[in-house]
């Protein structure tokens, strides 16, 4: 079997195809995922076109110059057909976009339907989970949470407050303070008061002129000295 006929079926694929397309026109037409399959193997289909298209034009182009001038009327066919293989592939690449933007565009639509249809079918649990709660009773619910914080607030406070006598704690501090002056003055009155101060002038811890010139004195003559023992 040629290249062609692997990649174009006769007219008995053809025939299967339109029964199926009848099969699929009876159940409401193709699904996406059929449809972009198809389109997948049109698109691999015209892709293997392409490179047999461009092996043929390398080998019109081979055969034009292996004749030449030589023989000027097989180089022109040879050039003929190279020109009528490049136009098929400039066609072949116009159908691969059109086929591409349309397999993208099923994509995507497929895309957004799988989505909307899970987020419908996520509304539908949330509204059967919402279905029992009432919204009074779910007021009244947090009604009763926040009165039950607040008793419980109460009974905290109550339990760690103070237990037993309260004094107020400035009289404590004034009482201790007279306490200790009390203290203070029969310690006083217990050792005979404060010593007397001596009246006369104390000698001052100052050196006197007379031992500040005696002390000069002496050390001049051990600078002499030692200068004499130098020379």
Do not use: C
Not at 65 to 74: E, I, L, V
């Amino acid at each position: 079997m040629s290249k062609i006929s692997k990649l174009f079926k006769g007219s008995s694929s053809s025939s299967g195809s339109s029964s199926k397309s009848k099969q699929h026109r009876s159940k409401g037409g193709p699904s996406p995922q059929e449809a972009i399959h198809r389109l997948r193997e049109t698109e691999e289909m015209l892709t293997k076109k392409q490179d047999y298209l461009e092996k043929k034009i390398e080998q019109e182009i081979a055969t034009a110059k292996k004749h030449g001038t030589r023989n000027k009327r097989a180089a022109l066919q040879a050039l003929k057909r190279k020109k009528r293989l490049e136009q098929q592939l400039t066609q072949i690449d116009g159908t691969l976009s059109t086929i591409e933007f349309q397999r993208e565009a099923l994509e995507n639509s497929h895309t957004n339907t799988e989505v909307l249809k899970n987020m419908g079918f996520a509304a539908k649990a949330m509204k059967h989970a919402h279905q029992n709660m009432d919204i009074d009773k779910i007021d009244d619910l947090m009604q009763d949470i926040t009165e039950q914080q607040d008793v419980a607030r109460e009974i905290s406070e109550a339990i760690s407050g103070p237990f037993g006598e309260q004094f107020d704690e400035d009289e404590l501090l004034a009482e201790l303070e007279e306490l200790e002056q009390e203290g203070l003055q029969e310690s006083m009155k217990s050792i005979g008061g404060l010593p007397s101060v001596p009246s006369s002038k104390l000698p001052s811890s100052q050196p006197t002129h007379r031992a500040t010139t005696k002390k000069r004195a002496e050390d001049d003559d051990d600078m002499r000295m030692l200068a004499s023992w130098a020379t």
